[in-house]
C-alpha cells in the first residue's frame, strides 16, 4: 500500500470548503475531463453522514466506461472526509480529505489517498498524482470564484 498526499491553499474557509465536499457536484467539477461517476450525482444528501455508499460505473474522458467503483463514507467530522473505496484493479483507495484552517477566510485543503492496486499501483499512484494537480487547481478556482 502506497500513500499520496497533496496540500494547497484556498481562500475560503475551512467551513465553506468542508460542506463543498460533501456535494456531489463539486466532485464532478474537480474531476470533469478526466472521471465522471453519473451514479454519484443521485446520493440525495451528498456525503453528510458516516455509512453513506454509493456504486456506479466510472467513465474515463467522460466516455469510456469502466468498472464499477464503490465509495463509503467511514468519518465525517469538521473538517474531515473519511471514504474507503474500491472497484476494478483498485483493491484499496481510502480517501481523506481534510480543511485546516489558516486564517478565518483561508484554509489548508489535503487530499491523501492510501492505495493499492497490486501490480498497478506504481501506474495508479502516478495517475492519482496527477489527479490530485488536477482536483486542487480545480478547487482553487471554484474557491476564487466563491471568496
Do not use: K
Not at 79 to 107: D, K, Q, Y
Amino acid at each position: 500500500m502506497v500513500t499520496v498526499r497533496r496540500t494547497t491553499a484556498l481562500p475560503i474557509s475551512a467551513e465553506v470548503a468542508f460542506d463543498l465536499a460533501q456535494r456531489p457536484a463539486t466532485f464532478a467539477y474537480v474531476v470533469r475531463g478526466v472521471l465522471r461517476v453519473p451514479a454519484l450525482a443521485a446520493v440525495p444528501d451528498g456525503f453528510a453522514a458516516p455509512g453513506v455508499e454509493a456504486s456506479g460505473r466510472m467513465w474515463w474522458l467522460g466516455v469510456l466506461p469502466s468498472w464499477t467503483h464503490h465509495l463509503r463514507v467511514v468519518a465525517l467530522a469538521p473538517g474531515e472526509i473519511l471514504t474507503a473505496e474500491h472497484g476494478g484493479p483498485i483493491r484499496t483507495w481510502n480517501h481523506r480529505l481534510t480543511f485546516v484552517a489558516t486564517s478565518p477566510t483561508t484554509c489548508d485543503y489535503t487530499d491523501e489517498i492510501e492505495l493499492d492496486a497490486g501490480l498497478l499501483t506504481p501506474a495508479v499512484r502516478l495517475f492519482t498524482t496527477g489527479l490530485f494537480a488536477l482536483r486542487q487547481a480545480r478547487w482553487r478556482q471554484l474557491a476564487a470564484v466563491l471568496a
